[in-house]
Nanobody
Framework: QVQLVESGGGLVQAGGSLRLSCAASGRTGSTYFMGWFRQAPGKEREFVAG????????TYADSVKGRSTISSDNAKNTVYLQLNSLKPEDTAIYYC????????????????WGQGTQITVSS
């Protein structure tokens, strides 16, 4: 089993920034690719960004490309998501997820999920 715990969400004004953290524990060696997803009320869960634990590969959704950075710290078993120039449409619960398979962008391809952290962006 792998446990994932997100933190760093909150209320921020449009244009502001937040840094999300995802701390992994347990059998982290069974995971290869870490993803961030988000889900707004009434909408499906969508992929935001993903990274290999080595940091050698990163990918972003078009909706956040250019204003977000995903990174990983193997020593701390932690993945980060820096979000800048936040917009009201970024308001959602943000989830961290882990997959044993590389470069996955669909929720069904992830085996482990955190409990989520709320980001609310006011206009």
């Amino acid at each position: 089993q792998v446990q994932l715990v997100e933190s760093g969400g909150g209320l921020v004004q449009a244009g502001g920034s937040l840094r999300l953290s995802c701390a992994a524990s347990g059998r982290t060696g069974s995971t290869y690719f870490m993803g961030w997803f988000r889900q707004a009320p009434g909408k499906e869960r969508e992929f935001v960004a993903g990274i290999t634990w080595s940091g050698s590969f990163k990918t972003y959704a078009d909706s956040v490309k250019g204003r977000s950075t995903i990174s990983s710290d193997n020593a701390k078993n932690t993945v980060y998501l820096q979000l800048n120039s936040l917009k009201p449409e970024d308001t959602a619960i943000y989830y961290c997820a882990a997959s044993p398979r590389a470069f996955r962008t669909r929720p069904g391809e992830y085996d482990y999920w955190g409990q989520g952290t709320q980001i609310t962006v006011s206009s």
